[in-house]
């Protein structure tokens, strides 16, 4: 009798405190439930216990260093004080408070390799995908696993590294490897099965509309969906940027516009039918993945308000469309020196100029291959009206090589390198596209961190140097900065528990969490009592 | 005590955790004896009639010889050193006089046996070991889940024959206190100084915090200065009368069904 009310007790604790799409669209607070923060894609906390007046009191709180982890890619979730972390095949429960270890779930039988961006939490589960497609699905207090389902094949070349998405109880989940040849793909899982509910790909079949701008490639045409994507829950529609076609630098096995590579695509979210979509760079021959995701914002654009979509491209120029039609509004260069197109003409087809191509003996490009942004991801401040961008100005040799096209064998057509460059942290009106100022940074060229903002008015980033940093989100004056030692490949985040507030992010190996300095409490033990059985 | 015994029933897979951090069978061979199951099957053969006597027939360890599986797991040998220790002899263990076949078929049966269960030919009947689990006598769902269904008292066992020998699952089954290891497992009812009472499973202790899930399943982060007092146990919740409340049949059965049990594997529990 005992055992069966206990039984019953067990059961009935699945229906305690739940994360509901009420509480993600909502955006971060105390907690913070998708990638980008909020369905937006902001990366914005509304917390302001630290502030531009008091960041300078900011101290490391605790350490979790990640077993045996290289270059970090995660960026946190956080639930109710409880941090959620993962690494490539794992995923990590820890303390918010502590950085102790409540559980954690590897499967290190997972084929390919590859890095992990994050999680997603939805009602009492957190989610990951393993590099060979799985998405794994966890009770979040224990980490039991609840289901695991293969959604893609990773002989087709498909690997996963983004963060998924969930809206409405669909998990979005994308697709990786289109430097090797794959063609890509978005998808929508159910969150309580991990049941396919839709799934749209990037590149068209043979003879479907758009297949018309490919050659006899386009099977393997690329068009990867390597990070998390953003959505507007009253359009209903999911907004996602995809990679570059395949192979890579050579584009003459490829004649056309190579659709939908190094595009934005605007999908509905229950059925996954493209709303419409814009191709950022035309047949693309320097791996420019369009990947940064696009922020959408309400706002004035060229005197009219609109609901806009912003994208930072790694071709060098910032967009702003509007993301009910998908109409072209705007594009100002990102960087100073672009030397590929000469702008982006009226309806948003970049202006070319000549002898661009890879070639066998190389060609000076700028930006370089790594872009002029990549992933590490921006911020928006509905305080300072502003949009923060890592931007990157680096120029690189682009090669081709002439060798007939291999997929899945680590052919990209050519490869490129790069030399020398600075990471330059850039402020941005949505409304005009231009800066407003810049925090130059020292360094090589070599993070992939990005930034979080705050209604304290600070702008937290990780520098190409292995700091975190504290800017005014107003003016990008320096306020404080800590070294964690290695560097940073990773964006932080913001949460709070117990009413205080923390911002944390991962370094190439561990989680480093800090706040605001209190003096240290002596702590007595309680009793403790050992029962013999 | 009655209570709590009643709360956490199965949980010698308490010990494994820690075990499994320290190291996988090191299979650094490619001869193609290993994981062939006419290999394995000679190699059993073999090992019965000379290796058991001292190693115990589940390579468990005997009077004389140490536990093959347990040792593997700590201080893992190569298959190549495996084969020489077989064809030199090491200490007070003779050398043979084996082809090099005869040989390998062994390396390939030792391999086997400290190789995930779900990998290898496990005796028993599942599908009568999966009625044994769910059921009320062995009662193993009150305190485990497998994939979203049962308690969440004691560890998942969703990948337990995916990731731990036969001979580990076996022994966490019918001795659960042979290893007392609780990290993520500890039972503990926490008194807090607010007058709240919490029973459960500390997931982590320390001197300063404590993560506990609570027998609802629902996760509490605790910092010790709010405790009064807490309550340990001494010993694993689990039940220790596996080997008298099951029939030798029944603990086989069951052993089969969780050598099924692989988040890699095409068997489901469900």
């Not at chain 1, 063609?183 to 991990?194: E, K, P, V, Y």
């Not at chain 1, 407003?436 to 090589?444: A, H």
């Not at chain 1, 205080?500 to 605001?516: P, R």
């Not at chain 2, 700590?74 to 077989?86: A, T, Y």
Request: proline fraction near 5%; hydrophobic fraction near 40%; aromatic fraction near 10%.
């Amino acid at each position: 009798m005992i055992r069966s009310t206990l039984f019953a007790l067990l059961l009935a604790g699945a229906a305690c405190a739940q994360v509901t799409h009420e509480e993600i669209a909502k955006g971060a607070g105390e907690n913070w439930l998708t990638y980008a923060g909020t369905y937006a894609g902001w990366r914005y906390s509304p917390l302001q216990q630290i502030n531009a007046a008091n960041v300078r009191n900011v101290v490391p709180k605790w350490v979790y260093h990640v077993p045996g982890a290289r270059g970090l890619q995660t960026s946190p979730i956080v639930y109710q004080g409880v941090i959620y972390v993962t690494a490539p095949n794992s995923i990590y429960a820890l303390d918010g408070r502590t950085g102790r270890l409540i559980w954690r779930y590897a499967d290190p039988r997972a084929k390919a390799n590859g890095a992990n961006r994050g999680a997603a939490i939805w009602q009492d589960k957190v989610y990951f995908t393993t590099t060979d497609n799985y998405l794994v699905a966890l009770n979040r207090h224990t980490g039991a696993l609840i289901f695991n389902k293969q959604y893609a094949d990773v002989a087709k070349g498909t690997t996963s590294t983004s963060a998924p998405v969930i809206a409405k109880g669909k998990v979005i989940v994308g697709s990786s490897g289109g430097d090797g040849g794959m063609r890509g793909f978005l998808m929508a899982l159910s969150a309580d099965t991990g049941e396919e509910l839709w799934k749209t790909y990037t590149i068209p079949a043979k003879g479907e509309k758009g297949s018309e701008t490919w050659g006899d490639l386009i099977d393997w045409g690329g068009g990867a969906t390597w990070l998390s994507g953003t959505y507007d829950p009253a359009l209903n529609t999911l907004y996602w940027t995809t990679g570059n076609p395949w192979p890579d630098y050579n584009g003459s096995v490829r004649p056309g516009d190579n659709l939908y590579s190094c595009s934005l695509l605007a999908l509905d979210l229950d059925t996954g039918k493209m709303k419409w979509y814009f191709q950022f760079t035309p047949h693309d021959t320097h791996d420019w993945d369009a990947q940064s995701w696009p922020v959408l914002l309400d706002t004035e654009i060229q005197g009219k308000p609109r609901k806009a979509v912003l994208h930072a491209n790694r071709n060098g120029f910032f967009y702003a469309l509007d993301r009910v039609t998908g109409e072209f509004l705007r594009a100002t260069p990102l960087i100073d020196k672009v030397t590929w197109a000469k702008g982006i003409d009226a309806k948003g087809r970049p202006i070319e100029l000549p002898n661009i191509e890879p070639s066998a003996e190389g060609r000076w490009i700028c930006p370089s291959v790594k872009g002029a942004t990549n992933w590490m991801g921006q911020s928006y401040n509905p305080g300072t009206g502003l949009l923060y961008v890592l931007t990157l100005e680096q120029c690189g040799m682009y090669f081709r090589s002439s060798q007939q096209p291999q997929p899945m064998k680590n052919f990209s057509g050519g490869g490129a390198t790069e030399e020398g460059g600075q990471v330059v942290l850039r402020a941005l009106n949505p409304k005009t596209g231009l800066r407003v100022w810049e925090y130059p940074m020292t360094g090589l060229g070599r993070m992939w961190t990005g930034t979080v903002s705050t209604a304290g008015g600070v702008i937290f980033s990780g520098d190409d140097d292995g700091n975190l940093l504290a800017l005014d989100a107003k003016n990008g004056k320096h306020l404080w900065h800590f070294n964690v030692g290695e560097m940073l490949t990773a964006s932080p985040v913001i949460y709070s528990i117990d009413g205080k507030q923390y911002v944390t992010i991962a370094s190439a190996s561990a989680i480093f969490t800090f706040g605001l300095f209190e003096p240290a409490e002596s702590i007595t033990s309680p009793v403790i009592e050992i029962k013999k059985k | 005590m009655r209570v709590f015994a009643a709360i956490f029933c199965a949980a010698a897979l308490f010990a494994l955790p820690v075990l499994a951090q320290h190291g996988m069978y090191l299979s650094d061979s490619k001869n193609p004896a290993i994981g062939n199951p006419e290999a394995i099957a000679a190699g059993t053969k073999l090992f019965l009639g000379s290796c058991a006597g001292c190693h115990g027939p589940d390579g468990g360890g005997g009077a004389r010889g140490p536990n093959l599986v347990r040792r593997s797991l700590w201080h893992p040998l190569s298959d190549d050193n495996i084969f020489q220790v077989i064809r030199n002899g090491v200490a007070d263990m003779p050398a043979t006089k084996l082809s090099d076949d005869q040989t390998w078929n062994l390396v390939a049966f030792i391999h086997s046996l400290t190789g995930p269960a779900s990998t290898n030919p496990v005796p028993g009947d599942a599908a009568a070991g999966k009625a044994i689990y769910w059921g009320a006598k062995a009662g193993c769902a009150n305190c485990h889940s497998i994939r979203g269904q049962g308690g969440s008292m004691g560890p998942d066992l969703s990948n337990i024959g995916g990731s731990r020998p036969l001979a580990v699952i076996r022994e966490s089954v019918v001795e659960p206190a042979k290893d007392l290891y609780y990290l993520g497992n500890e039972a503990a009812t926490v008194e807090l100084k607010s007058g709240q009472t919490l029973q459960g499973v500390a997931k982590n202790r320390s001197n300063y915090s404590l993560q506990l899930v609570d027998t609802k399943g629902t996760l509490h982060l605790i910092q010790m200065r709010d405790v009064k007092k807490l309550i340990l146990s001494d010993t694993t919740p689990m039940p220790t009368d596996y080997a008298k409340r099951l029939s030798r049949a029944e603990i086989r059965d069951l052993l089969a069904y969780l050598a099924k049990q692989d988040i890699r594997g095409k068997e489901s529990a469900q």
